[in-house]
């Protein structure tokens, strides 16, 4: 299992939603920053995402990282409400990537 400071190497998360529409798992490959035990993606189209609606409708996901997966808790940040966390996942995204735009979706693992 690698630990944190690895998975911030890692350039790709891939995050697995179950369709909220076809009950089938849906996986995608996208960029990720880590804080605190806890992983965040951007949403580029924010709640117009799919994956971002498939969120919403069954929080529960699946994670894998390099060698390393794990199931855990998906959320859309609240701007207001999530501000701390919102800025942080924006501003880490923007060192490691050169890109912090788009809605913070903020994954627990379990």
Known sequence: ????????????????TIGRISGEPREIEIWFVESNGNF???AEHSHNAQWVKNIKQNPRVHVRIGD??????????????????????QNLASEKYGWGDGLPVEIKPD
């Open 1 to 16: 299992m690698k630990n944190e400071n690895q998975s911030s190497r890692d350039t790709y998360l891939y995050l697995t």
């Open 40 to 42: 965040y993606i951007l």
């Open 68 to 89: 390393r997966e794990f199931d855990a808790t998906a959320r859309a940040l609240d701007e207001d409400r999530d501000r701390d966390d919102w800025l942080t996942a």
